[in-house]
């Protein structure tokens, strides 16, 4: 599968474990493209629609009764056909930069890898659902599953359902996140998750703005 956002704009995912950081990340540089005059739209997953809203507390709260793999990867599905259609694709098409927090690599990892039902064919899936729209780039903060979950509950925050997921179930998720970005280095950033947020924000703005002058000499954003 490749890139196929469509120009001029420009699709940036941040992918990661539970507790590395992404929102952190990603509204740091949401501010600084908008501090530098860029339109942003800054969404997340599950969500960033109204039914997406609603799939994201269908699969993330506890007390739903079982929710089986291929039901919870359609889910995820589901609430990202609505988000890449009604908000990544137009936005994309007006020229601005669409920043999400996770995308279809987090289905990849969690369903694909994490729940068992084989990369292959979630990806395929998330091709079918979003009609092929994949990030321009991959923000990867990469965190060892014991310092997710410290970070986590040191903001006291409840774990939902994935989140209450053991350790091992996270390191294989995490193995899935960094097989992604071998396989395809030019589309991922991947950087330590760490407690140097200035430092990460700067590797990432840095980045970011090689690609948007890629973009600009290619006639696009
Ligand atoms: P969220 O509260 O957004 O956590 P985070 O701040 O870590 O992004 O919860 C999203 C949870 O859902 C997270 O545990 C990852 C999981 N998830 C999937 O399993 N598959 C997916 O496709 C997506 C988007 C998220």
Known sequence: MTSSAPAPGLFIAFEGGDGAGKSTQAG????????????????????GTP???KLR??????????????????????ARAAHASQVIAPALLRGDIVISDRY???????????RGL????????????????????????????AEG???????AAQE???????DDFHAAIRGAFLELAAAAPQRYLVLPAG???????????????????HHAAMGAA
Do not use: C
């Open 28 to 47: 740091l540089l949401s501010q600084a493209l908008s501090d530098a005059g860029r339109t942003v739209v800054r969404t997340r997953e599950p969500g």
């Open 51 to 53: 039914v997406g809203e």
């Open 57 to 78: 507390s269908l699969v993330l709260e506890h007390g739903q009764g079982e929710i089986d793999a291929k039901t919870e990867a359609l889910i995820f599905a589901a």
């Open 104 to 114: 279809a690599d987090s289905s990849i990892a969690y369903q694909g890898t994490g």
């Open 118 to 145: 084989g990369t292959d064919a979630v990806a395929s899936l998330n091709d079918w659902a979003t009609s092929s729209l994949w990030p321009d780039l991959t923000v990867l903060l990469d965190v060892a599953p």
């Open 149 to 155: 979950r410290l970070r986590r509950t040191a903001g």
């Open 160 to 166: 939902d359902r994935m989140e209450s997921e053991p």
């Open 195 to 213: 407690d140097d947020v200035p430092g990460l924000a700067r590797a990432i703005a840095q980045r970011v703005q090689e690609l948007l002058q």
